[in-house]
C-alpha cells in the first residue's frame, strides 16, 4: 500500500471523516483519527482496550458523559473559543451526544499505560502567540497546547491547536523532530485554501484536509492573504523519545532569519 503524506477525505453518510488509522497509508502516523459530524440528539460511544483517546470539540454543544461523570460543554467555532477535550486511558468508555448540531476530532493511539481521566477547559489550553513581531513580521500565530509529555507523562501523543493570522506562515522557521506528526485544516471561509510543506512535496491545504507528516521531514505552512487557517496539531511520541517542547529542529540553512527585523 502506498505511503502518502497529504489528504482530501470526505464525510460518509454517517458524519464520518477518516484521517489516519493504523493499516491506511498513514499508518506510520501510529495514531487513529477521525472527525464526526452529529445532529442534534445522535449519539456516540467510544471505548478501545489498548488504548487512550481524546475527544475534542471544534464547534457546537454536546455533552459527554465518562466513568460516572457529564458535563455539557459548547464551543461557537474554533476560531472564537478554546478548546473542550475529553482525555482518557485505555477501557475507560467515552459517551458523547450532541445537544445540538455539533462537530468533533477523535485522537487514539495504542497505549496500555493508565491514568486519571480528565476533561480539559478552555483556561487549561489558553491561545499565546508564536513569532509575533519576527520574520518580517509574517509568521503570527496563535497556539495552545492540550495534552503534551510535560501535562500527562504517561500519554503517548500530543494534541493542540494553531490559529494562523491572515497571510502568515506557521511551523516556521522550517523544522523537524523524529516524531510523527499529523495537521488537520479548517478555514474560516469555504473557499480558504493554504500550503503545507512535507520535506520537498507541497500541497494546496484546504478546509477538511490534513497533513501527515513523516519523523525527519520539514514541515512549515503558510495561509493566504484574507484568510484564517485553523490546524489541529497531534504528534505521537516514539517509544524511549517522547516529543518535548524544546524539541524543535530547525533547518541551519534559516537560522539566519532569527536577526531579521
Known amino acids: 500500500m502506498e505511503k502518502k503524506v497529504f489528504g482530501y ?6 458524519g464520518e471523516q477518516i484521517l489516519s488509522t493504523y493499516d491506511n497509508e498513514y499508518r506510520d502516523m501510529m495514531m487513529d483519527v477521525r472527525v464526526y459530524r452529529m445532529k442534534a440528539g445522535e449519539k456516540r460511544t467510544f471505548a478501545f482496550d489498548g488504548e487512550e483517546i481524546a475527544v475534542l470539540l471544534l464547534s457546537g454543544k454536546i455533552t459527554f ?3 460516572g461523570n ?3 460543554v459548547s464551543r461557537k467555532d ?4 478554546g478548546p473542550w477535550a475529553l482525555h482518557t486511558s ?23 499505560k493508565k491514568f486519571a481521566s480528565k476533561l480539559y477547559k478552555p483556561e487549561d489550553a489558553p491561545w499565546k502567540y508564536s513569532s509575533q513581531g519576527k520574520f518580517g513580521n509574517v509568521a503570527n500565530r496563535r497556539v495552545n497546547t492540550i495534552v503534551d509529555h510535560d501535562i500527562n507523562p504517561d500519554s503517548n501523543f500530543v494534541l493542540g491547536e494553531v490559529l494562523n493570522d491572515k497571510g502568515n506562515w506557521s511551523g516556521y522557521l522550517p523544522h ?3 516524531q510523527p506528526e499529523l495537521y488537520y485544516f479548517k478555514f474560516d471561509r469555504p473557499e480558504g485554501f493554504g500550503a503545507s510543506f512535507v520535506g520537498d512535496d507541497v500541497f494546496k491545504s484546504v478546509d477538511g484536509s490534513f497533513s ?28 524511549g523519545n517522547p516529543w518535548l517542547q524544546t524539541d524543535r529542529c530547525e533547518d541551519e540553512r534559516y537560522v539566519w532569519l532569527h536577526d531579521m527585523k
Open 65 to 67: 458523559a465518562w466513568e
Open 9 to 14: 477525505p470526505k464525510f460518509d453518510e454517517k
Open 176 to 178: 523537524q523532530h523524529p
Open 90 to 112: 485505555t477501557g475507560v468508555t467515552i459517551e458523547v451526544e450532541a445537544v445540538d448540531a455539533s462537530e468533533i476530532l477523535v485522537q487514539r493511539t495504542h497505549n496500555t
Open 212 to 239: 501527515a507528516i513523516p519523523g525527519g521531514k520539514l514541515h512549515p505552512q503558510s495561509v493566504a492573504p484574507g484568510f484564517q487557517m485553523y490546524t489541529c496539531w497531534m504528534i505521537r511520541h516514539i517509544d
Open 70 to 72: 457529564k458535563e455539557t
Open 78 to 81: 474554533v476560531w472564537t473559543e
